[in-house]
């Protein structure tokens, strides 16, 4: 402490200002040191001198520019895996020593001139395109290794096809390249090689960030505001090892607040704790209502004056993920909410596209089993061969659902209904099946015929779905298309799995199927939604394979 606080506590009779004792009386926070010892050195501190923009910038240069170096490498090794050493450089020392020697060497070769440009053009080019997927969008709230895969295997798709078309025009520039070696297997390699080479190096500094992490530096001190009830899910989020955050504690935004746990103080004490404990950012997970706009501003100045960034939890969480984006009406600012996940609009066109193809080779792959299944379902019992049933879709709207008949024609839907209705209502109605484990669905329904019960179990009565998806009504993957009685009964959060086309399989039915409650079957639908990727949705779709054919789990 210096001499001018000890000053001014001394003409305070002795005592600590209002807002220095609130933070002093935190049990969550570290003990400050005593008045006349001297500050310890913590490595953990030194964010605030550095600045989190400075750290993230120093990681994407030292991401990109290993990046570069490797992709231009990579050059020469697709060249050396397609044509060999070139004849020039006879004979070879192949050592490891050697190499540095070798690769300057092959670089030189009058063999390897026409694709030198491409050691300049291609790292640019990936870099480019690897910054427009949003590789380098670095978070470092989020350092898990390899979490990139994805991005950078779209990154590397799109790179390679506009290398491809550019590789083209190369050859009419260079027509000695084209008798060299064939240009389509040079791109094949120089893109694995990309692929493993930028995710590696990528992979290699964040596990480079954790190492750091572990020992206390380049972390972000951080204190949340809130006003009794934390957001679910964000304290454990900012604890993770995986993050960059030391979480220091929890500031209530008013002293009015009701909270069972220990909190430093009350929001008239951020000044006081982001001095004593060199607080990097605190975050406001608070409803915009709680706090006045005088409130607001003093907590956004305090910040900003102590060199605290501030951050502000989304009033649409835990309903939807969002990004704001800004945005102005003449000179008043705004911010623009945008869907993340298929609650956007781009996505869903991706999906649609996808869906239409697979569904149209599935009908014309499957037409003679159908055809097949139709014929038994008409020697079996009486009645119609299709099951249609109108279900709730896109945004709430009915459609007309085909399956195979699996019940008698005359069956009464009320039993249904009913079972259904308790189901989501108590959140815990089952049946046991034959080894006493929870079914959450009817395990001996009497209107099921007998060829009904197989065609269930092997999932053949759900195959005409394949016509409602290229019609439009449904996807091959998305939440189970609900009955409207169903749907009557849903609470307001189990409403969001209508946001989207419901599926014939979806996350539910690969990660439990009937073994869910119907809370959790929802909550995977919402995580599906808000975490979707064509990546995923094929992922999904080879996991339901192996689902459908352990037959135990279908009823």
């Not at 600012?333 to 596209?353: E, S, W």
Request: hydrophobic fraction near 45%.
């Amino acid at each position: 402490m210096t001499k001018k606080r000890r000053h001014q506590q001394q003409n305070n009779g002795g005592g600590a200002p209002a807002e220095t004792a609130a933070a002093e009386a935190a049990p969550a926070l570290p003990a400050s040191p005593a008045a006349d010892a001297p500050l310890p050195i913590d490595p953990s501190s030194w964010a605030a001198g550095w600045g989190r923009g400075r750290k993230r910038a120093l990681l994407v240069f030292v991401q990109a520019s290993g990046q570069a170096a490797l992709l231009a490498a990579g050059v020469a090794l697709a060249y050396l895996m397609t044509a060999s050493w070139p004849q020039s450089m006879a004979p070879v020392d192949r050592t490891v020593l050697n190499f540095p020697a070798l690769f300057l060497r092959l670089l030189r070769s009058p063999e390897f001139r026409p694709f030198f440009p491409l050691v300049l053009i291609v790292p640019v080019i990936r870099l480019l395109i690897f910054q427009w997927a949003g590789l380098y969008q670095a978070n470092l709230g989020d350092t898990r290794p390899f979490r990139a895969a994805t991005t950078i295997l779209r990154g590397v798709v799109l790179g390679t096809a506009l290398l491809a078309l550019l590789g083209a025009a190369y050859q009419s520039v260079y027509p000695d390249a084209a008798r060299h070696q064939s240009v389509l297997m040079f791109m094949a390699c120089e893109g694995i090689i990309a692929f493993f080479a930028v995710l590696l190096w990528h992979s290699a500094t964040l596990i480079g960030v954790l190492f750091l992490h572990a020992f206390g530096f380049w972390r972000t001190r951080v204190v949340i505001i809130h006003d009794g009830a934390p957001p679910d899910g964000l304290i454990t989020a900012l604890r993770s090892p995986s993050t960059e955050y030391d979480y220091m504690g929890e500031v209530l935004a008013g002293p009015g607040a009701d909270y069972e746990g220990q909190v430093p103080g009350d929001i008239g004490a951020l000044k006081a704790l982001i001095n004593r404990h060199n607080l990097d950012e605190v975050i406001l997970a608070v409803d915009p209502g709680t706090l006045s706009a005088q409130q607001r501003l003093e907590v956004a100045q305090t910040c900003w004056r102590m060199g605290a960034q501030i951050k502000m939890c989304t009033p649409f969480q835990p309903y939807f993920r969002t990004n704001a984006l800004p945005d102005m009406a003449g000179d008043f600012p705004l911010l623009r909410v945008q869907n993340l996940g298929l609650y956007a609009t781009f996505p869903q066109l991706g999906k649609r596209l996808m869906d239409m193809a697979l569904s149209a080779a599935a009908i014309v792959a499957l037409s003679p089993l159908m055809a097949l299944v139709a014929v038994l379902i008409k020697l079996d019992s009486p009645g119609p061969v299709f099951f249609i049933q109108e279900r709730v879709g896109l945004n709430g709207r009915t459609f007309r659902m085909i399956k195979f008949r699996s019940m008698r024609a005359d069956s009464d839907p009320e039993i249904h209904k009913k079972y259904l209705q308790q189901m989501i209502k108590n959140g815990q109605e089952y049946e046991l099946d034959a080894d006493g484990k929870p079914v959450y669905k009817m395990t001996n329904d009497p209107r099921i015929t007998r060829l009904g019960r197989f065609i269930r179990k092997t999932s053949i009565d759900e195959l005409p779905q394949f016509f409602n998806v290229f019609k439009g009504d449904m996807s091959l993957v998305g939440p189970r298309p609900p009955i409207q009685y169903e749907v009557d009964e849903y609470k307001d959060w189990h409403m969001k799995r209508l946001y989207i086309r419901p599926g014939i399989t979806g996350l539910w039915q690969v990660s439990g199927r009937n073994r869910l409650s119907f809370d959790q079957m929802v909550q995977l639908d919402i995580a599906y939604i808000e975490q979707w990727s064509l990546w995923m949705d094929l992922k999904i779709l080879f996991r339901t394979i192996p689902v459908v054919l352990h037959l135990d789990q279908a009823f």
